[in-house]
């Protein structure tokens, strides 16, 4: 007997939230984080389910289900601990310090200066010795975040509030009717925005916006939204270059997007020991793809201590090519978009599953799936995480990182509406 669509959506909604509910369980009753992160593997059988049936509902229907859906879950997500990161304890830390009148920027959390403020969210932060590396549009959401009451839920409540406006805006924008459901239950999207607390989603949701008001010709609002992605993480600055047909346009984002930045780099020298930025830019790299290509290529022609930063360069020099071939067989914006974020995170010299929010969005409005297997690919990631846990080593075998990038290809190769340098058939 066949099984209506109907009642097969249903099931697969039900049955991720089931796991939902389950993997939160797993997190609140002190388990291995391992078994949080199988929790999430799991849950992306019954939403890949889900995105397989087809329109079984029409889209205002669909569209309705998503919000609801995605708050329930994330609901859930809330009120478990953070057992995979620990970075909204520095989001709390940093709030906390521009609410006491000090700068996060020039103060790293172990400075003896802030010994008096130590407590229970200061035990957690990671790197210590490093000052804030987030521009001041995320300050602001940690500034909220220690202004509500500090706690960790808050963080992870604003988090999720951000994921539901993501989620609405696809809604409103996307003409399929799956699109806001695909990014509404993204197990790695409600797990790192509702249980990690990351705000990440948030700057996906600007770096569409700013690809979407372009395509409209709608200059005023998509700087607006560029400047609010830089704001939040220094991504955004990967698109300045739709603007290059607007140069009054480019100007004025680019004089925005450097005083945005300029915290960053003003408050503490960008080679000092303690800068976050500095050390971010210059040494921090994991779980990277063709990045490791590069770098690999480079020590073995350059000496040790020139080839890192050798190989930064190269991975930019590399973006601003693309850009170059973008504009030269004049790619439409949100396809450009898509190609340029697709490039920055696979040359990136560092990989953590959150960023993946920064193209999801535009992955599903533009209707692939190698970006919503490569959510579920990056789990593996999260393979050593019980033992960063229980020792404070991380050590990610490199086969396991071969093979989440080999998913990740395979999917790329196979996706009918993979990232193109070409413009589709009736594209604007």
Same mark, same amino acid.
């Given at each position: 007997?066949?099984?209506?669509?109907?009642?097969?959506?249903?099931?697969?909604?039900?049955?991720?939230?089931? +796991? $939902?509910?389950?993997?939160? =369980?797993?997190?609140?009753? *002190?388990?291995?984080?391992?078994? $949080?992160?199988?929790?999430?593997?799991?849950?992306?059988?019954?939403?890949?389910?889900?995105?397989?049936?087809?329109?079984?509902?029409?889209?205002?229907?669909?569209?309705?289900?998503?919000?609801?859906?995605?708050?329930?879950?994330? @609901?859930?997500?809330?009120?478990?601990?953070?057992?995979?990161?620990?970075?909204?304890?520095?989001?709390?830390?940093?709030?906390?310090?521009?609410?006491?009148?000090?700068?996060?920027?020039?103060?790293?959390?172990?400075?003896?200066?802030? #010994?008096?403020?130590?407590?229970?969210?200061?035990?957690? &932060?990671?790197?210590?010795?490093?000052?804030?590396?987030?521009?001041?549009?995320?300050?602001?959401?940690? $500034?909220?975040?220690?202004?509500?009451?500090?706690?960790?839920?808050?963080?992870? #409540?604003? !988090? +999720?509030?951000?994921?539901?406006?993501?989620? =609405?805006?696809?809604?409103?924008?996307?003409? *399929?009717?799956?699109?806001?459901?695909?990014?509404?239950?993204?197990?790695?999207?409600?797990?790192?925005?509702?249980?990690?607390?990351?705000?990440?989603?948030?700057?996906?949701?600007?770096?569409?916006?700013?690809?979407?008001?372009?395509?409209?010709?709608?200059?005023?609002?998509?700087?607006?939204?560029?400047? !609010?992605?830089?704001?939040?993480?220094?991504?955004?600055? /990967?698109?300045?270059? +739709?603007?290059?047909?607007?140069?009054? #346009?480019? @100007?004025?984002?680019?004089?925005?997007?450097?005083?945005?930045?300029?915290?960053?780099?003003?408050?503490?020298?960008?080679?000092?020991? @303690?800068?976050?930025?500095?050390?971010?830019?210059?040494?921090?790299?994991?779980?990277?793809?063709?990045?490791?290509?590069?770098?690999?290529?480079?020590?073995?022609?350059? %000496?040790?201590?020139?080839?890192?930063?050798?190989?930064? /360069?190269?991975?930019?020099?590399?973006?601003?090519?693309?850009?170059?071939?973008?504009?030269?067989?004049?790619?439409?914006?949100?396809?450009?978009?898509?190609?340029?974020?697709? #490039?920055?995170?696979?040359?990136?010299?560092? &990989?953590?599953?959150?960023?993946?929010?920064?193209?999801?969005?535009?992955?599903? +409005?533009?209707?692939?799936?190698?970006?919503? $297997?490569?959510?579920?690919?990056?789990?593996?990631?999260? !393979?050593?995480?019980?033992?960063?846990?229980?020792?404070?080593?991380?050590?990610?075998?490199?086969?396991?990182?071969?093979?989440?990038?080999?998913?990740?290809?395979?999917?790329?190769?196979?996706? %009918?509406?993979?990232?193109?340098?070409?413009?589709?058939?009736?594209?604007?």
């Amino acid at each position: 007997m066949t099984v209506p669509r109907g009642s097969s959506f249903l099931f697969c909604l039900a049955a991720q939230g089931c +796991l $939902v509910l389950a993997t939160s =369980v797993w997190a609140r009753s *002190g388990c291995a984080p391992s078994a $949080v992160v199988f929790g999430l593997g799991l849950s992306f059988a019954p939403y890949a389910g889900l995105l397989a049936l087809g329109p079984v509902f029409d889209k205002r229907t669909l569209d309705r289900i998503a919000v609801l859906a995605a708050l329930l879950f994330g @609901g859930a997500f809330v009120l478990a601990p953070p057992v995979m990161s620990d970075d909204l304890y520095r989001y709390l830390w940093e709030g906390r310090l521009w609410l006491e009148g000090l700068n996060p920027y020039r103060l790293a959390p172990d400075d003896p200066a802030l #010994a008096h403020l130590r407590d229970g969210s200061w035990e957690p &932060i990671n790197n210590k010795a490093l000052a804030s590396i987030y521009p001041p549009l995320s300050q602001v959401l940690f $500034v909220v975040s220690a202004g509500l009451g500090g706690k960790v839920w808050i963080v992870k #409540a604003l !988090a +999720l509030a951000a994921h539901i406006a993501s989620v =609405v805006t696809v809604a409103r924008i996307a003409s *399929g009717p799956r699109a806001a459901l695909a990014l509404a239950l993204n197990p790695l999207l409600l797990s790192e925005a509702a249980l990690n607390g990351h705000f990440d989603i948030l700057t996906g949701l600007a770096l569409l916006l700013s690809a979407w008001a372009v395509a409209r010709h709608r200059i005023v609002q998509a700087g607006v939204a560029t400047c !609010a992605a830089v704001g939040l993480k220094v991504v955004g600055l /990967v698109l300045l270059p +739709l603007f290059l047909r607007a140069p009054k #346009a480019l @100007g004025a984002i680019s004089l925005v997007s450097g005083l945005l930045l300029l915290p960053l780099l003003w408050s503490r020298p960008l080679f000092d020991e @303690g800068s976050g930025p500095g050390q971010f830019a210059t040494r921090w790299r994991g779980n990277e793809s063709v990045f490791a290509i590069v770098d690999w290529v480079a020590r073995q022609v350059l %000496p040790e201590g020139s080839a890192a930063m050798c190989s930064r /360069v190269a991975v930019a020099a590399a973006l601003i090519v693309l850009w170059g071939v973008i504009l030269r067989r004049h790619l439409p914006p949100l396809a450009a978009s898509r190609v340029v974020l697709w #490039a920055a995170l696979l040359l990136s010299p560092q &990989i953590h599953p959150w960023y993946l929010a920064w193209l999801l969005p535009l992955e599903v +409005l533009a209707g692939g799936v190698a970006g919503l $297997v490569w959510s579920a690919a990056v789990l593996l990631s999260y !393979a050593p995480l019980d033992r960063w846990v229980s020792e404070r080593v991380w050590d990610m075998p490199a086969w396991l990182q071969l093979s989440s990038y080999a998913i990740v290809l395979i999917a790329l190769i196979l996706d %009918p509406r993979r990232p193109k340098l070409r413009p589709s058939p009736g594209a604007r």
